[in-house]
């Protein structure tokens, strides 16, 4: 009779493995990605790329129509202003743009193509940091530069110089906890944007605290940022001009 138990046990248990892997060679069949996407993210006025920040800026999401409610994949668009995902698949998609610095907008459907797809999009940046110039002036670096409001309704809430050794410069990568006020100003309530204004801002570098950051000969990362104030938009990200390299030693 226990034998008879045991012989049963062996067969339903070498039953279950059998049809358990059966299951487990069939579970990777699913199609690879099968297509790439890139493109930039262009100034509908400039013609130009957009500059963001690498790791909080502005963000692309993905919905693949066609199936059951599901995750939304996030890309951020790099900091030059383009974005690329080389692990798409090929299918319809609504693509959102939100938590930008430039206006949000909807595209109801995209369509991925297998192999790839170069997909440009025109935006109106919340503002166009223009004429930037930053520069060593003696014992200090200056920052000097005008803004463009994308449209009238946009005010300026924040202006700031960052820095950082790294080439990723920006509000999140700003390097160093510096001393001073003269490197950011903060208007609240947020002012009105006037292109005639040339903004000045100024690190000193002579202050103990600043100076330890410049110890060594090397290149440093300054960049300047704009923030925006706009009604109803949801979250918005700094604008920037390209960033300066500037190689020195602090006097």
Known sequence: MIKLVIKNLVFIFSAFVALTACDLFSIDNYEEPNATLRGGIIDAVTGGLVETDIQTGSTLKFKELGWAEGGILTRV????????????FSGRYRLEFSECNFYPFILDEIVVKKGENVMDFKVTPYIRVKN????QVGNQI????????GNPEVKLS????????????GEPYTGFPLAGTE???????AIDIDESV???????LTNASNKQYFKYKRNYYFRIGALGSVSNVGTIRFNYAPHKVINFNVP
């Open 77 to 88: 668009v790099m900091q030059h202003g383009e974005y690329q995902d080389n692990m798409m």
């Open 132 to 135: 930037a110039n930053i520069r």
């Open 142 to 149: 200056e920052a000097t530069f005008s803004l463009q409001a």
């Open 158 to 169: 924040r202006i700031q110089l960052f820095l950082s050794t790294d080439i990723y410069v």
């Open 183 to 189: 490197f950011r100003q903060t208007f609240s309530p």
């Open 198 to 204: 040339t903004y000045t801002l100024t690190l000193d």
